[in-house]
C-alpha cells in the first residue's frame, strides 16, 4: 500500500489537482518526496527491521549505496536550492520517527509512521498546515488521520523543541493546528471536503500570520 499512496501523492488527477487549486488560493504546497520512502526503506534495513536477515556482505553493500545516494542527494538538493524554491536538507527519518514515537511504535512498518512524524516535524517549522492525502481505504492513511486528530495540537508540537521561545511564542492561545486528512479514489471530491477545505484554508492563513509575526516579518 506503499507504493499506492506515493502515487496518490504525485499524481495530479488522484489528487484533484489539489496544489494548482491551493497555488490559487496563494499557498505554496510542498508535496512529500519520494525519496523520503527511499530513505525509510534504507533505515528499516539498516536497523535490522527487515524480515531476512543480511550477510555481511550484504551490510557493506548497503554503506556504500547509502554514501552514495546521500551524496548524490545532497549535491542535486544543493544545486537546486540556489531557486529559492528547495530545501537544501535532506529528510530525516531518524527524526519522524522520533516524533512519531509518542503515538506509533516505530515497529509497526509502513508510511503511517512517515505521515505522523512528517506532520508534526512540518506544522510551524516549514508548513503553516498539513494535508494527509490517501487512496480511499487505505488502512495507513486512516490510522494517520486517527492519530493526527489527537496530536496535530500546540501541545503535540511543543513535545518536540520545548524549549523553543519562538515556537512557544507562536503557539501561544493556539489548540488545534491545520490539518485536514482526505481520501482519493480520483473522482472530484464531495462538497463536504471542499467544505473543509476552505476552513482548513483560513485556519492556515491565520497560523502563517502568526508564524511572520513571530519571526518579525509580520
Not at 81 to 95: D, F, I, N, P, W
Request: aromatic fraction near 6%; include cysteine.
Amino acid at each position: 500500500m506503499g507504493a499506492l499512496q506515493i502515487f496518490v501523492r504525485r499524481d495530479a488527477l488522484s489528487r484533484q489537482y489539489l496544489t494548482e487549486r491551493l497555488a490559487e488560493k496563494g499557498f505554496a504546497t510542498v508535496c512529500a518526496p519520494v525519496a523520503e520512502w527511499v530513505h525509510y526503506c534504507n533505515y528499516m534495513v539498516s536497523h535490522g527491521m527487515n524480515q531476512n536477515p543480511m550477510t555481511l556482505r550484504q551490510k557493506l553493500g548497503l554503506k556504500l549505496r547509502n554514501a552514495f545516494q546521500a551524496n548524490y542527494e545532497r549535491r542535486i538538493k544543493s544545486i537546486l536550492s540556489r531557486s529559492g524554491l528547495v530545501q537544501a536538507e535532506s529528510a530525516s527519518v531518524a527524526t519522524l520517527i522520533r516524533n512519531a514515537k509518542p503515538y506509533l511504535s516505530s515497529n509497526l512498518a509502513g508510511e503511517a509512521v512517515l505521515t505522523v512524524g512528517g506532520a508534526i516535524s512540518e506544522i510551524v517549522n516549514h508548513a503553516c498546515g498539513v494535508i494527509a492525502i490517501g487512496p480511499f481505504g487505505c488502512m495507513p492513511n486512516r490510522l494517520s488521520e486517527a492519530i493526527l486528530g489527537e496530536a496535530m495540537t500546540a501541545g503535540g508540537k511543543l513535545q518536540t523543541d520545548p524549549a523553543n521561545p519562538t515556537l512557544r511564542a507562536v503557539l501561544t492561545d493556539i489548540e488545534d493546528l491545520p490539518f485536514l486528512a482526505i481520501e482519493t479514489d480520483g473522482s472530484p471530491f464531495p462538497q463536504l471536503i471542499n467544505a473543509k477545505l476552505e476552513t482548513f484554508l483560513l485556519r492556515a492563513e491565520r497560523l502563517h500570520q502568526r508564524i511572520m509575526a513571530a519571526s518579525g516579518n509580520g
